[in-house]
């Protein structure tokens, strides 16, 4: 089994930046994406920002374009999100996953479908204040 935890995240103003890092543990070598999500209270979890490993090809959500960038260390099996220019539409928890292992290619990481990622950390808050 793979095991996620996340970390980072914290109380900011507009603005700001902050970097989530998420740990990755287990049987991971068979993981092909892995990417970052945030729901906010009563909301559907949505995409934030996934990497196809293999290439590491990146995908973000319009509202995160150019100003949150996602990487990742093969070697210390961690996932991380660099988040700059923050926004109060930001402030919500945020959740590292990784995708389901029938789901291989980069097209499935690009999509950024929460159903189709079936490991999950327990989630990171952000809070962004104006």
């Known amino acids: 089994q793979v095991q996620l935890v996340e970390s980072g995240g914290g109380s900011v103003q507009a603005g700001d930046s902050l970097r989530l890092s998420c740990a990755a543990s287990?049987?991971?070598?068979?993981?092909?994406?892995m990417g970052w999500f945030r729901q906010y209270p009563g909301m559907e979890r949505e995409g934030v920002a996934t990497i196809y490993i293999p290439s590491r090809a990146t995908f973000a959500a319009d509202s995160v374009e150019g100003r949150f960038t996602v990487s990742h260390d093969n070697a210390a099996n961690t996932l991380y999100l660099q988040m700059n220019n923050l926004r109060p539409e930001d402030t919500a928890m945020y959740y590292c996953?990784?995708?389901?292992?029938?789901?291989?290619?980069?097209?499935?990481?690009?999509?950024?479908?929460?159903?189709?990622?079936?490991?999950w950390g327990q989630g990171t808050q952000v809070t962004v204040s104006s």
């Open positions: 996953a990784a995708l389901r292992r029938s789901y291989r290619s980069g097209q499935d990481c690009a999509q950024m479908r929460a159903a189709d990622f079936g490991v």
């Open positions: 287990g049987d991971t070598h068979r993981t092909a994406c």
